[in-house]
């Protein structure tokens, strides 16, 4: 092919590309209001278990929310419903990321707790099949990737909001090789998915009590994209007059997150999606690591509750998966209670975590067989959990801080 031929094949596809985000970002602007989860009777949790880790750590979960939620599924309030086939081999084997009668059932549910899932990379064993978790943020429209960071004893309270359905993820697997010699990806940022995840950064800090909004972007040097989300960033303040905000770029940002000094001034955080990614390992591993960390991803009508890390391939392989920590699935699971309007059951997983993870440690997770194992940790925070001095356990661990 001579260069000119691959310019108009790259017009060609590129025209095609153009015409689907035109159609994805008009059908947003007509998209309804986040769902009232208090008028649905029974509300259905799924759980996926994934890969390589992901069905022990998000058992462990699912038992803790089992036992918080026993009268709601008693009087079939609630209901669980176990989801199969979010597995790396039946993926490949149905060469789609979700397969079609996977997502039917995922879409069955209002809510679901997810293990990590592989993502095959180019050359690897697995057929190179989109991110099972960019497929369900699309198929599902789980555009805010919310992610807590807490640690207490540095004072730090951080809630990032990563968008979730745009930025380089949008089109991530549709670059395209130009030439033998050049390969091009798209990043995409629009303004109505750029509105609805900072508005979504503005509404909880407004809720929470917190004053500031942290905006993260690099528009200094990506000026179309992210001069634009942070363009709509500076439009949406404005009716948040009760909040200050400010911009930072990306680069400076990682650094902050580990400047003592000036880090637990920080509260709410909104960003692009790759700058989410990366800023919320950082923060996890801040908090302890990313086994300790759980996120939400929100949508209008579903909602995704997952660790932030992976499926853990080299636990796997050393055989150490069952020292994995479930804490991070814990941690989601708790932000799924708070979000379908148990906030008091969250509020008690989180209390249990912080006494199990950072104040007593009776049970340590580290793993590896220097420590125990995920389901030993589960039933820690399970026996936890149903303590009646919970609160009052926690309590010392504040006063000891
Ligand atoms: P990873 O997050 O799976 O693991 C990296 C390392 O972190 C592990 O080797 C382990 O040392 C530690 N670790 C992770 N979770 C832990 C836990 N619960 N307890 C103790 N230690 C833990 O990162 P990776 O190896 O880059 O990714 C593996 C696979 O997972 C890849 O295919 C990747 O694409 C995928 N992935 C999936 C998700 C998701 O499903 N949400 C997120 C990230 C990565």
Known sequence: MTNQEAVRKAADYFAKLAEGQIERVEALKSEGAFVDYSLIDPLIIGVIGGDGIGPMISDA????????????????????????????????QHMQSIPDDVLEQIKSCHVTLKGPTTTPETGGEWPNLESANVGMRKALDLFANVRPVRVPSEGIDWTFFRENTEGLYVLGSQGFELTDDISIDFRVISTPGSDRIIRAAFDHARRTGKERVTVVTKANIVKSGDGRFLRVAERVSRDYPDISWDGWYIDIMTAKLLDKSRRSDFQVFVLPNLYGDILTDEAAEIQGGVGTAGSANIGKRYAMFEAVHGSAPRMVTEGRAQYADPSSVLKAAGLMLSHIGYSSLGQKVDMALDVCGQYERRVRVTGRDS?????????????????PQLEERWKNYVAAL
Do not use: P, W
């Open 61 to 92: 979960a699912r038992q803790v929310v089992e036992e918080l939620l026993s009268d709601e599924i008693a009087s079939g309030k609630v209901k669980f419903r176990s989801i199969e086939g979010l597995t790396i081999e039946n993926r490949a």
């Open 371 to 387: 420590g125990a194992t995920g389901t030993e940790f589960g039933q820690y925070v399970l026996e936890t959990v149903r303590d």
